[in-house]
C-alpha cells in the first residue's frame, strides 16, 4: 500500500467519524520559543487539551510533520536503524472532552484490520498496569475492551502484567496478546510519570498497539521477548493517550472533561501494510535511496546504514531548508548543519574520494518528488521553485565544512586509539570546530564507541573555568 493511501484512507475513516480534517502546523513552532521543532502530533494542539475550544469542534484529524532531534545521543543516533527517523509524519485523531476509551480503542483496531487490511493475529498491545505509589488504579477498562475486540475476530486475549522491564525480560510474555507495563511505558503526562508531575498537570495512561513480524527473538535483548522488547520481532505503530488525570494537593483526581491524543507514525503503518520491518522500503523514501544508490555506486542491500542516515538526514534537512532555515551555530539552523555534516561525513568514511558537495546536493530533488502529490489540504508542500536555493545552501555548507573535515582527519589519523579520551574529543571541537557527532561516527568506523556524557562533562568544565 503506497503512503499516499494509507494517509487519505486515515483522514477519510476519521471524517466518517464525525471528526474535522485540519492542516499540519510547519515543522518549526509559532509563537513557542521552548521547543526547536514541532515533535508529536499533539504539539500544536496543547492548549486545547488544557481547556482552551478549538474552532473546528471536539473531534480532530490530521497528518503532522513532525522532526525529532532535539539530544543528538537520544535522537539523531537512533537513526540507522529500519524504524527511526528524525523526519516523520505523526497520524492523529482527537477528541476534546467529547469520546473517550470505549470509541477511541475501537477506531484504531478497526483502521487497522478493516481499512489497511492487517491481520488481527499480528497484532498485540500494552496498557497501564497502576500505580501503588500514587494511588492510581489499572487500566482494566482498556483491557477489557480489547479483550472484546479481539474475540469478536476469534482471538483470546490473554493478559500479562509486569512490574518493571527486567520482569519482562525474565519472565516473558507467554501466549498473552495484552501486556501491562508500569508508568515509564505506559503513562503520558508533559513532566513524565506521575510522581514527576507537578501540581495542576494533567495526564493519563496510554494504550500502545505493536505489529508481529514473527521473527526469532534475539537473547542478547532479554531472555524472552514481549511488546517492548528491542530485538525486532515487534514494531509499534500506534498509541492511544487517555488524559483523564490531574494531580491536585498531591493526588491524582479525575478530570470532568476527559481527553483523547492519538498518535500512529505513517512511515510505520505504510511498512506494516506491505508486510516488512524496514520503513526505508517504502514508497517514502524509494526515489530517495534510488538516487543514493546511482551517487554512492553499492545497493542499499549493501550497506543499509549508510543509506538509512544520508536519506533520513537530507529529507529532513530539505524539509528545513523548505521553510526558510539556514545552517548556522544557533537554534534550528544548528540542526539543519548537523543533519548535513553527519551526512556528509558518512559519505566521506565511505570513501573519501567521493565529492559528498555534489552528492548531497542532488537528493532534495528526490525528496521533493516524493510529496509532490499530496493534497494540499494537508499542509505537507515542498516548494519545487525552492530546489535551486536548496541545493546551494546544502552545497556551500559542504563546501565550508571540508576544510573543518580534512583538519580534524589530521589530527585523527595521527592519534593513537589508546590516546583517545572525553577530553581529546573535546579539543578537536574547541581547537578545530569538530562537532561530537563527526567524532562519534569516526571512532564508531575504528571500532570504539565515545561516551557523549563525558563530552558535556568537559565542555562544562571547559565552560565553569571559562567564568
Request: charged share 25%; aromatic share 14%.
Amino acid at each position: 500500500m503506497k503512503s499516499i493511501e494509507v494517509r487519505q484512507k486515515y483522514i477519510n475513516f476519521f471524517k466518517n467519524n464525525g471528526h474535522e480534517h485540519i492542516t499540519s502546523s510547519t515543522l518549526v513552532p509559532e509563537n513557542d520559543p521552548t521547543t526547536l521543532f514541532v515533535s508529536s502530533g499533539m504539539q500544536p494542539l496543547l492548549k486545547y487539551f488544557l481547556g482552551e475550544n478549538h474552532p473546528n469542534g471536539k473531534r480532530i484529524v490530521n497528518s503532522q510533520i513532525c522532526l525529532r532531534a532535539h539530544g543528538f545521543m537520544d535522537d539523531l543516533l537512533e537513526v540507522g536503524d529500519n524504524r527511526h527517523t528524525s523526519f516523520f509524519e505523526m497520524l492523529g485523531n482527537w477528541s476534546f472532552g467529547d469520546y473517550f476509551k470505549k470509541e477511541q480503542i475501537p477506531y484504531f483496531y478497526n483502521f487497522l484490520t478493516k481499512e489497511i487490511g492487517l491481520d488481527p493475529q499480528k497484532l498485540f498491545v500494552t496498557c497501564f498496569i497502576g500505580d501503588t505509589e500514587n494511588n492510581i488504579s489499572k487500566d482494566l477498562e482498556a483491557v477489557e475492551i480489547w479483550k472484546e475486540l479481539f474475540a469478536k475476530d476469534g482471538i483470546e486475549a490473554l493478559v500479562s502484567e509486569f512490574s518493571s522491564m527486567e520482569e519482562a525480560e525474565n519472565s516473558g510474555m507467554g501466549n498473552s496478546r495484552i501486556c501491562l507495563y508500569p508508568a515509564k511505558k505506559n503513562w503520558w503526562s508533559r513532566n513524565g510519570v506521575p510522581s514527576y508531575m507537578p501540581e495542576g498537570d494533567i495526564g493519563g495512561p496510554d494504550t500502545e498497539v505493536f505489529f508481529d513480524f514473527g521473527f526469532s527473538h534475539d537473547e542478547r535483548f532479554g531472555k524472552y521477548c514481549h511488546p517492548n522488547c528491542d530485538c525486532g520481532r515487534f514494531l509499534e505503530i500506534g498509541n492511544s493517550v487517555f488524559t483523564q488525570y490531574q494531580k491536585r494537593d498531591g493526588k491524582f483526581v479525575e478530570l470532568p472533561s476527559k481527553n483523547v491524543d492519538f498518535g500512529g507514525g505513517l512511515e510505520r503503518i505504510v511498512a506494516v501494510s506491505n508486510n516488512t520491518d524496514d520503513v526505508f522500503e517504502t514508497d517514502l523514501y524509494t526515489l530517495i535511496i534510488e538516487k543514493l544508490e546511482s551517487l554512492l555506486g553499492i545497493y542499499y542491500k549493501d550497506n543499509k546504514s549508510l543509506f538509512r542516515i544520508i536519506a533520513d538526514h537530507m529529507k529532513s534537512g530539505t524539509f528545513l531548508a523548505n521553510y526558510g532555515i539556514k545552517p548556522s551555530n544557533k537554534l534550528q539552523g544548528y540542526i539543519l548543519r548537523k543533519f548535513i555534516r553527519r551526512a556528509a561525513v558518512k559519505i566521506h568514511l565511505f570513501n573519501p574520494n567521493l565529492d559528498f558537495s555534489n552528492i548531497l546536493m542532488e537528493i532534495p530533488l528526490s525528496v521533493i518528488e516524493t510529496y509532490k502529490d499530496i493534497s494540499p489540504d494537508f499542509g505537507i508542500t515542498l516548494d519545487s521553485h525552492k530546489l535551486p536555493e536548496i541545493k546551494e545552501l546544502i552545497f556551500v555548507e559542504c563546501e565550508n565544512f571540508k576544510k573543518i573535515l580534512q583538519n580534524g582527519m589530521k589530527v585523527v589519523n595521527k592519534t593513537p586509539l589508546e590516546k583517545v579520551d572525553a577530553k581529546f574529543v573535546f579539543d578537536l571541537y574547541q581547537n578545530l570546530g569538530f562537532p561530537f557527532e563527526v567524532s562519534y561516527d569516526i571512532y564508531q568506523s575504528k571500532n570504539l564507541l565515545l561516551s557523549h556524557a563525558e563530552f558535556v562533562e568537559e565542555f562544562n568544565k571547559h565552560r565553569e573555568s571559562s567564568k
